[in-house]
């Protein structure tokens, strides 16, 4: 079985530029996690979705955005990118929303440059 | 104060010994309590959880939680240099709530043969 896959898997932007990361979940699984880890840092929440909604948002500014689509796929957005916004994107799937059991890809190296 | 404290170490053991990762936390809220493994540029990886307070014991790893004193433990007997990882720990709040999980920055831990 395909675990979750995180697509690309290193990206370079410039500055004030635009990024889109795309996420499959684990099939069966309806609930994407987005996350985002800082070097030296643990990784920290940015969004859930679960059957196409927002069921949480953590603490990140509205340059940061995201959807889920119809088949449980997700894509995290990021406007206007900053030098700060250079870590490793994770995304994590679980079966619902607030399962205990939450499965991360690889991710997705993003660098600002 | 961080909601998930835990000390970055690094942790450096020989084969075979045994090796305790220690977190405190601060909200009390926080039912649930993961243990993950990140190998370098990859994601995290599950290794158990636990609900409450108590014990969980998974082949060579061990979860302990006490609530009381808000400290979360990870054992691990016969350690290999296989092991060597950062070892993340998390929290997430009762199920159906505004699910996210709080990480602690990760300990890096290093098996010597």
């Known amino acids: 079985d395909a675990g979750v896959t995180q697509s690309p898997t290193h990206l370079i932007k410039t500055r004030g530029q635009h990024v889109t990361l795309r996420c499959s979940p684990i099939?069966?699984?309806?609930?994407v996690s987005w996350y985002q880890q800082v070097l030296g840092q643990g990784p920290q929440f940015i969004f859930q979705?679960?059957?196409?909604?927002?069921?949480g948002r953590g603490n990140f500014p509205d340059r940061f955005s995201a959807r889920q689509f119809p088949n449980y796929s997700s894509e995290l957005n990021v406007n206007a990118l900053l030098l700060g916004d250079s870590a490793l994107y994770l995304c994590?799937?679980?079966?619902?929303?607030?399962?205990?059991?939450?499965?991360f890809g690889q991710g997705t190296r993003l660098t600002v440059v | 104060q961080k909601e998930v404290e835990q000390d970055p170490g690094p942790l450096s053991v020989p084969e075979g010994a045994i090796v305790s990762l220690n977190c405190t936390y601060s909200?009390?809220?926080?039912?649930?309590f993961m243990w993950y493994r990140q190998y370098s540029r990859k994601g995290p990886e599950l290794l158990m959880y636990t609900y409450s307070s108590g014990n969980k014991e998974d082949g060579r790893f061990t979860a302990q939680v006490d609530k009381s004193s808000k400290y979360i433990s990870l054992f691990i007997r016969d350690s290999q240099p296989s092991d060597s990882a950062t070892y993340l720990c998390a929290a997430g709040p009762p199920r159906g709530s505004n699910y996210k999980l709080t990480f602690g920055k990760g300990t890096l831990l290093t098996v010597n043969p």
């Open positions: 994590a799937s679980s079966l619902v929303s607030g399962d205990t059991e939450a499965f």
């Open positions: 979705y679960y059957e196409k909604e927002e069921r």
């Open positions: 099939s069966g699984h309806k609930s």
């Open positions: 909200n009390s809220a926080f039912q649930y």
